[in-house]
């Protein structure tokens, strides 16, 4: 019995993918494997939306290789999408699949023999057509479940439209299917996955579903106590749908809402399908229905032609806004996007001082978020994620819990009263509050 690992880069999709690549494994007969058992294959699964991700793609076949010499390394994902050739050629890289590709990689690499020369086979970008269901299932308390791939916004720094192909779907009778099974496995938690979630609805180059009509169809799933709407864009989350989460008994209070630049000069040059003033409304609708509710941001700095000013608009914008945290990203050129040919170019030590003030904001704001809770009682799914003798989990509306360890807590929804914030920067619970569990 062979024994093959896993190393998952990048977004939740990905881990959704490489889940269900280990289950096709097994089903073979292949038994799988912690990364440092001596495996006989190594799968790596890449993520390419900074140059950082490349690099640590190359670290980690370094890393496979000093485990098990003699492996068989394969890599898969967006990175190999992206850069087969270049991939081929590092060092103790065995083969090479594209997005096409990767879901036949045990039909394809014929038994994982070793042959002189990397096998490439990565298609252009243009043959993957196909939705390729996927979901993680025992990897950790909450599963990742895909319902779509690709896009076709095209935004001035993005790859993943070259990385993923086109905009394409799952069926809702698809995924209630794939939710029910989950379902089957005790999993309390579900977070919807995609590169687009809220372009869900088309199949074969047609729209013929939408997501809000997924979500209340989702909503029916008996056995699954919480629905997460990993990310969407702000053009896309209509009053429809967040007037629905506000009323829904499994459809938490969270969203994260990419932005990208609190300044409508940049959004326009990024090519994003709005402008700041939508965001605005977008948060100003969620927080007047469901005042408790986290909101996430995706904000990038250093673009092409961001003065300081433009910089400034971004920060004041942000401070003012009503969020809960945000995930900075610092541009970096990405080869055939619009923007690598865009003049105005961002030191990058000017780019990393941005950042460095954006994430200090951050913390301030989830500070600020986790500060007005305190007090209030919400249900923690805990998970099995235990330091110096605490047990965590999150809030519906996304808050980090520690309490004392407890076994029984793992994988259980537990009512609990917010206490204060330790120095960890989570927040701590009034112990006698753990009693009961949750029912909807």
Sequence with gaps: MKKVAFYTLGCKLNFSETSTIGRQFEEKGYLKVDFQENPDIFIINTCSVTENADKKCKKIVKEAKKISPDSYVAIIGCYAQLKPTEISEIEGVDAVLGAAEKFRLIELLDGFAKVQETKVLASEITEATAFNNAFSINDRTRTFLKVQDGCNYGCAF???????????????????????????????????????IGDFGIVDGKRNE??????????????????????????????????????????????????????????????????????????SKIKTLMPQACIGVDVIVGFPGETDELFLETYNFLNELDISYLHVFTYSERANTRAVEMDGIVPLKKRNERSKMLRILSEKKRRKFYEENLGNTFTVLFEEDVEDGKIHGFTENYIRVAAKYDPMLVNELKLVTLDKINEAGNVEVREPEMVYEKHF
């Design 210 to 283: 939408r997501f809000a009509d997924l979500v209340f169809a989702l909503e029916e799933v008996e056995g699954i106590d919480r629905f997460r709407i990993s990310s969407i864009e702000p053009n896309l989350l209509t009053n429809e749908i967040i007037e629905f989460a506000s009323r829904s008994k499994r459809f938490v209070p969270h969203f994260h809402i990419p932005l990208q630049s609190g300044s409508n000069t940049i959004l326009r040059k990024m090519g994003r399908r709005y402008l700041r003033e939508l965001y605005v409304d977008r948060v």
């Design 158 to 196: 993005c790859t993943i439209p070259l990385a993923r192909g086109k905009s394409r779907s799952n069926t809702i009778e698809s995924v209630l299917a794939s939710a029910r099974e989950i379902a089957d496995t005790k999993v309390k938690e579900i977070v919807l996955t995609g590169v687009n």
